[in-house]
């Protein structure tokens, strides 16, 4: 299995970001999904998650009514629109899943996942 995450970038704050995570092995219509990004010294944090039908969604408390994951199914493809960004989410971001099809339990903690992206840097700054 292999999650691939792209479309970070450097952008100025107010800016929008759109970032994809592909993937290999696995077909994102049967796990949820999750999004966490990290800083340097720092612990890795939700951002957002999808379940599996795409009929749920959750977001981190810092990034509701900006952020907004979605699917693209025929792609296999897992998005995070970013808008109104701030310096504040410069980190570098993540896609997971976990091991198991069809739960949802524990969708805000990295310790629920099993596969994760490389990681993609989105720096705002101006």
């Known amino acids: 299995v292999q999650l691939q995450a792209s479309g970070g970038g450097l952008v100025q704050p107010g800016g929008s970001l759109g970032l994809s995570c592909a993937a290999s092995?696995?077909?994102?219509?049967?796990?949820?999904t999750a999004w966490f990004r990290q800083t340097p010294g720092k612990e890795r944090e939700f951002v957002a998650a999808i379940n599996w039908t795409g009929g749920r969604t959750w977001y981190a408390d810092s990034v509701k009514g900006r952020f907004t994951i979605s699917r693209d199914d025929a792609k296999n493809l897992v998005y995070l629109q970013m808008n109104s960004l701030v310096p504040e989410d410069t980190a570098i971001y993540y896609c997971a899943i976990p091991e198991r099809p069809y739960v949802n339990t524990g969708y805000s903690r990295s310790r629920t996942y099993n596969y994760w992206g490389q990681g993609t840097l989105v720096t705002v700054s101006s």
């Open positions: 092995g696995r077909t994102f219509s049967t796990y949820t």
